[in-house]
């Protein structure tokens, strides 16, 4: 069951297909696909508790392309659609001046850049996706997995582990704190029980530990180590001893 719309702003007009039960909390937008591909695409999937939206034609109705009718178009669908979580596929060649605007709008709780997406790829994506939102992949795990690979390259702020992740910043922390976490936290958190484990090996010096958990200088790290621990790192590897 599907129907199309269309929705004007004073320049933009984009035109809409929607796949799936109004009452599904749960939507992914395909933006700017071909119409045929999208059939292809959706016709023979399996049952997903997701409303399956395909924007096929942004129309500039005025005499010039206005980014701020463009992404009130945009959030006039997501009012529209008023569902809990809503992904937007992107492919990942289209023109900047979609992917940038789409990319840091704040309206979607993740973004997808594809190359290529076969049926077979699609359904694969939505039962994944699907296991997330239900709970099936602790979210909080992630962020710390993220925060663990980019200690080593400096501070891990929030945009940093956003962009690993697909996610706006806005969004990002708003999940966090949803779980009853705050992003600072868990960067001290994992700085701290990295430090700890890296302690215990004698072979490792503590500037290259210091370096590992993104800090320029040891001094930082001894300061941090002490609000942690109580004493310094050198005194923690001697007490282990």
């Known amino acids: 069951m599907f129907h199309t719309f269309s929705h004007c702003e004073k320049n933009i007009k984009l ?33 997903y508790d997701f409303r399956i939206i395909l924007i096929y034609k942004c129309e500039v109705i005025g ?34 001046i979609y ?19 076969d049926e ?10 699907a296991y997330w939102t239900k ?15 980019i200690l080593s390259e400096g501070e891990p ?28 936290s868990l960067v001290k958190q994992n700085r701290h029980e990295k430090a700890l484990a890296l302690l215990k090996k004698e072979n490792v010096r503590l500037s290259d530990i210091a370096y590992t958990l993104g800090y320029t200088e040891h001094s930082a790290f001894t300061r941090a180590f002490k609000s942690w621990a109580g004493c310094s790192p050198c005194q923690f590897r001697k007490h282990l001893k």
């Open 15 to 47: 035109h809409i297909i929607e796949v799936g039960n109004k009452d599904i909390k749960h939507a992914v937008i395909f933006f700017l696909l071909d119409v045929d591909k999208f059939f292809s695409l959706i016709d023979n999937l399996s049952s």
């Open 63 to 96: 005499q010039d392309f206005l980014l701020h009718d463009f992404l009130n178009g945009m959030k006039y669908l997501i009012d529209y659609l008023d569902v809990e979580n809503t992904q937007c596929i992107l492919d990942s060649a289209i023109d900047e």
């Open 135 to 149: 709970g099936g992949v602790d979210f909080i795990e992630k962020v710390n997995n993220q925060i663990n690979s």
């Open 157 to 184: 702020y929030l945009t940093k582990v956003a962009k690993k992740m697909r996610l706006t910043p806005r969004v990002l922390s708003k999940k966090i704190k949803n779980e009853g976490e705050e992003f600072k």
């Open 120 to 129: 077979l790829c699609l359904d694969a994506f939505l039962a994944s996706y």
């Open 99 to 117: 992917k940038d605007p789409l990319y840091s709008s704040g309206l979607f709780n993740s973004i997808t850049f594809y190359k290529k997406f």
